[in-house]
């Protein structure tokens, strides 16, 4: 018969045996991440109540944009005269970041019509669709023009220079460009194009084992042409897509990139060369901007202990990556995460499980004639 002592012995032999059986059997087919080259300074690794790394979201954009309450939503501050004598720094106080935080639970897009409306695309309906069925527990919000120029008045209307600068744009694809920034901003959660396809769960486009409270940025290659002539067709060796994006409220490169827009735009507008121009958008507010914007951030002393790494980051840490890459508290996914199919620059197909998002490149902001002119094939 088994004394209490023996008892607790045996039993402590066993739940032993148990944690390094466990162990041993996961170290070959699970691999983290790993953390190249920057360390963020606000990274906090703790796994604070993790379960699918999505919050709850129960707040729809027409609540927003007709001026309905919510306590604190998506981190933002209380309306009131931000803190801050710098753009970036009223934005940081108005919309803090919380890297420990989950993701939010919404799906932003952008279109003329909604899918309720007759006059809505049917060539579009299939791909809309596809994100409402596979995140069912998230918001999906197709956001018209209309809506958008009042639910950015909203959200920053204690910033007049971003709401100035977001009306004075006088294209619609410079709106749609500039709200997709100023939307995951504010609010967190995904933005995607109308002409975008979920392949799966944004819940899946990071290994589970990824602490999801040591980043607050997912996003994808759009380009990497390996051939000398790449600036006939791209405008960076690297290019980050922007027709998909997934952030937490706050991020510090939507941050930037809202202040660099509305910039720009307010000094093009006071020197009157704010005009509308289809060849500049890549470079003003579209990819060539987006990436610009996420180079400076890696290596910006501001952010990540620069003491910790080998120089500066460029597109030679990108290129021909098969595996996602977290560079602080970012996460890049390899070409084929959101590029799948396009045939060339390392890109698998659409059923590869590397593939989160299918585009089809409708370039439908460029003239009809110019549609998928550059775009890959």
């Known amino acids: ?129 596809s994100w409402t069925e596979k995140h069912p527990t998230f918001i999906h919000e197709v956001i018209t023009d209309a809506v958008a120029a009042h639910l950015i008045r909203y959200l920053y209307s204690t910033l ?70 790449w600036a006939q067709w791209y405008s960076r060796r690297i290019q980050f897509c922007q027709w998909t994006i997934q952030a937490k409220a706050g991020h510090p490169v939507l941050r930037e990139i809202v202040a660099a827009i509305t910039k720009e735009t307010l000094k093009r507008k006071k020197t009157g060369t704010l005009k509308k121009d289809q060849k500049g958008i890549v470079e003003f507010t579209g990819p060539a901007l987006w990436t610009d914007i996420l180079f400076k951030y890696f290596d910006d002393e501001r952010y990540f202990d620069m003491k910790t790494g080998k120089g500066n980051i460029t597109y030679e840490r990108f290129t021909g990556m098969k595996n996602p890459k977290q560079i602080g508290d970012v996460v890049v996914l390899p070409i084929t995460g959101f590029s799948p199919g396009v045939g060339q620059m390392g890109s698998e197909e659409p059923d590869h499980p590397s593939a989160c998002v299918k585009h089809d490149f409708e370039g439908t902001w460029k003239p009809e004639e110019e549609r998928h002119i550059g775009d890959p094939k």
């Open 1 to 129: 018969m088994l004394s209490f002592r023996r008892a607790l012995i045996i039993a402590a032999f066993v739940l032993t045996a148990l944690y390094f059986l466990r162990s041993s059997g996961s170290t070959e087919s699970v691999q983290p991440i790993p953390t190249r080259d920057r360390v963020f300074h606000e990274a906090d690794t703790a796994t604070k109540g993790q379960t699918t790394g999505y919050a709850d979201a129960k707040y729809s954009a027409s609540r927003l944009a007709s001026g309905g309450q919510k306590s604190n939503p998506g981190g933002q501050q209380a309306l009131g005269k931000p803190v801050g004598k710098t753009l970036q720094e009223k934005l940081a106080y108005q919309f803090p970041y919380a890297i420990e935080e989950k993701f939010p639970a919404y799906i932003w897009q952008t279109w003329k019509y909604t899918p309720a409306s007759g006059d809505f695309s049917d060539k579009f309906r299939e791909a809309e669709a």
């Open 160 to 229: 007049p220079d971003v709401v100035d600068a977001y009306n004075a744009l006088p294209l619609p694809i410079l709106k749609a460009d500039f709200f997709r920034y100023l939307i995951l901003l504010a609010r967190g959660g995904i933005y995607t194009d109308i002409d975008t396809y979920a392949i799966k769960s944004a819940v899946e486009w990071v290994p589970e084992w990824v602490n999801r409270s040591t980043f607050g940025l997912v996003i994808g290659i759009e380009a990497d042409p390996d051939r000398e002539d």
